[in-house]
């Protein structure tokens, strides 16, 4: 959970094992998320209990006590091969909660979205992320 989504949703991590050089399986955690630069606070939750890594700890920006940070920054990839290079276009919209914040609507990656009756009297926003010839751009329309 984090600040990359107003520390609304909780993100699956999936369990990875591969042969450690002793011979013994190591394992670890992990998932990709497309961010844009920036600097982003997270927490673990492991069996409910919300976890903090020591060695990116540090108080919250945003008033959510201690918490991690992840700097991401700008990538070009120079050496790629041409066909290396992903066009890549993610979509989600949200609504507008009573936070003053905005909340996910689940499902609804498309370029469209017809609002609900949940959206009557709320605010929209679409937050486009693309990843072209190496480079992050993003870009919010609230309606």
């Not at 959510?64 to 979509?91: H, W």
């Not at 990656?109 to 959206?119: H, K, Q, R, V």
């Not at 009297?121 to 993003?138: H, K, P």
Request: proline share 3%.
């Amino acid at each position: 959970v984090g600040s990359m989504d107003q520390w609304q949703d909780q993100i699956a991590l999936e369990r990875v094992e591969v042969e450690g050089k002793d011979g013994l399986p190591q394992v670890s955690f992990q998932t990709n998320l497309y961010l844009c630069p920036g600097e982003y606070e997270y927490r673990y939750i492991v069996d409910q209990v919300e976890k903090i890594a020591e060695e990116r700890r540090r108080t919250s920006r945003f008033g959510k006590g201690m918490c991690n940070y992840c700097p991401v920054q700008s990538s070009t990839f120079p050496d790629a091969e041409e066909e290396d290079r992903d066009t890549i276009l993610y979509i989600r919209w949200l609504r507008s909660n009573s936070t003053n914040g905005w909340s996910l609507i689940h499902d609804e990656n498309g370029l469209s979205y017809t609002p609900t009756a949940a959206d009557v009297g709320l605010c929209l926003r679409a937050e486009v992320l693309s990843y072209l010839d190496g480079q992050f751009t993003s870009i919010m329309f609230d309606i």
